[in-house]
């Protein structure tokens, strides 16, 4: 990330995993896959704020009932926030505490840095298989909202369900990269 916007750049994942390896191919695989699904989330955003002024609008000026704006632009933010999660992992954009950063060796933060990022796959595994589930039951039962519009379930909860099995990628990739580059030393 940049200050002013979002950086396509190189990700993390890409630079720490050893060109040509499996994992490095893998990487760079994810890497395209991330920059494309970051494009369309930002897409996403747009047309989801657009969603809401034309809403905000048409109440104000024509008194016009909305009853699938917040609701579509929702699920366009569920969409994005879970889709783009990955890319922000690549970066390593997540909210990460560093508060012993300074106080440890390398080989320490190394070691932390492990723990962490094996923490965050057993917990994004679990959330992917919960989404799934979610996901399977929303399609299987054909559940809807409450909503008047009524649009289905499995929408928000496919889009959840990939995010976070793409976020999960993510972090295997980078602790295999990891684990990888402590193995060549």
């Known amino acids: 990330m940049s200050a002013h916007g979002i950086d396509l750049g190189h990700s993390a994942a890409v630079t720490a995993a ?3 390896s499996p994992v490095g191919r893998i990487a760079r695989a994810m890497t395209l ?3 494309a699904i970051v494009v369309l989330c930002s897409i996403a955003l747009i047309v989801a704020s657009t969603i809401l002024s034309y809403s905000v609008a048409a109440r ?3 008194n016009a009932a909305t009853y699938w704006q917040d609701e579509a632009a929702v699920f ?3 969409g994005a926030t879970f889709l783009s999660t990955a890319f922000v992992q690549a970066g390593r954009g997540h909210i990460g505490i560093e508060a012993l950063t300074g106080y440890l060796s390398k080989r320490g933060n190394a070691i932390r840095m492990l723990v962490v990022d094996t923490t965050s796959l057993l917990f994004c595994c679990f959330f992917a298989w919960k989404s799934w589930t979610l996901f ?3 399609w299987v039962d054909g559940q809807v909202s409450g909503s008047t519009w ?3 379930l499995w929408i928000p909860y496919s889009m959840m369900s990939l995010g976070m099995t793409l976020m999960t990628l993510q972090i295997a990739l980078q602790l295999a990269a990891s684990l990888d580059a402590w193995r060549s030393k």
Do not use: D, Q, S
């Open 18 to 20: 050893r060109p040509g």
């Open 33 to 35: 896959l991330n920059r």
């Open 60 to 62: 104000y000026f024509f």
């Open 76 to 78: 366009l933010l569920v």
């Open 136 to 138: 399977h039951e929303a």
């Open 150 to 152: 009524a649009p289905p």
